[in-house]
Nanobody, 126 residues
Framework: QVQLVESGGGSVQAGGSLTLSCQVT????????MGWFRQAPGKDREGVAR???????FYIDSVKGRFTISKDPAKNRLYLQMNSLKPEDTAMYYC????????????????????WGQGTQVTVSS
């Protein structure tokens, strides 16, 4: 049974940091593109950061230099380190996995990811 379970969300002031963690069913790392998505009220779900099965990493422009995605297969965990947080980063954050090519991992939207966690809320106040 595939499971993705996020933790680490919370409330911080602008400029602060949070680290999100996702407990992942082990085999996903070897075969799947893993990603962190977020969804703010009234907005579409967007892919914030992705890491492919070949460990290539992709970020959306708005988080480059501030967010870092990483994985620890020994612990079956996917991480998102978020620094210099801004109020516009406020959203529900989801861990996701999808079986797709390198190029697709970089660009495909939420509908291409088959497995999802339940989400963890991140709130950044100004």
């Amino acid at each position: 049974q595939v499971q993705l379970v996020e933790s680490g969300g919370g409330s911080v002031q602008a400029g602060g940091s949070l680290t999100l963690s996702c407990q992942v069913t082990a085999y996903l790392f070897s075969a799947y593109c893993m990603g962190w998505f977020r969804q703010a009220p009234g907005k579409d779900r967007e892919g914030v950061a992705r890491i492919g099965r070949d460990d290539d990493i992709f970020y959306i422009d708005s988080v480059k230099g501030r967010f870092t995605i990483s994985k620890d297969p020994a612990k079956n965990r996917l991480y998102l380190q978020m620094n210099s947080l801004k109020p516009e980063d406020t959203a529900m954050y989801y861990c996701a996995a999808g079986e797709m090519s390198h190029d697709s991992c970089a660009r495909m939207g939420a509908s291409a990811f088959r497995f999802w966690g339940q989400g963890t809320q991140v709130t950044v106040s100004s």
